[in-house]
């Protein structure tokens, strides 16, 4: 992976049609404990997803990013940042399990 690239990403819409897979990109932790979500039951974590050389096909909220070695899914849930040659978004990834 290069200096940067933390991940290879596949981008789903919400029905689960692939957008598009093999994506470059940086994922970067915004919090250190757990967001508590929907009434304080759904634990999550939240990071800062760059992409890496492309921006597009550009995401919206609902879509998922999901982790090409890990299989981990992580949901857009913000507006998307278009740079020159990159894309900046926040999203989430839900634990599953209630601390």
Request: aromatic share 12%; proline share 5%; net charge negative.
């Amino acid at each position: 992976m290069g200096l940067f690239q933390t991940a290879r990403m596949t981008l789903k819409h919400i029905d689960n049609t692939v957008v598009v897979t093999h994506k470059k990109c940086q994922l970067d932790t915004v919090n250190l404990p757990w967001n508590m979500e929907v009434g304080g039951t759904d634990p999550t974590d939240w990071y800062d997803l760059y992409t890496i050389g492309w921006k597009s096909p550009k995401p919206i909220r609902g879509d998922y990013f999901v982790d090409e070695k890990t299989g981990v899914e992580y949901s857009v849930f913000s507006t998307v940042f278009e740079a020159t040659n990159s894309l900046q978004l926040r999203v989430t990834q839900y634990s599953g399990k209630t601390p």
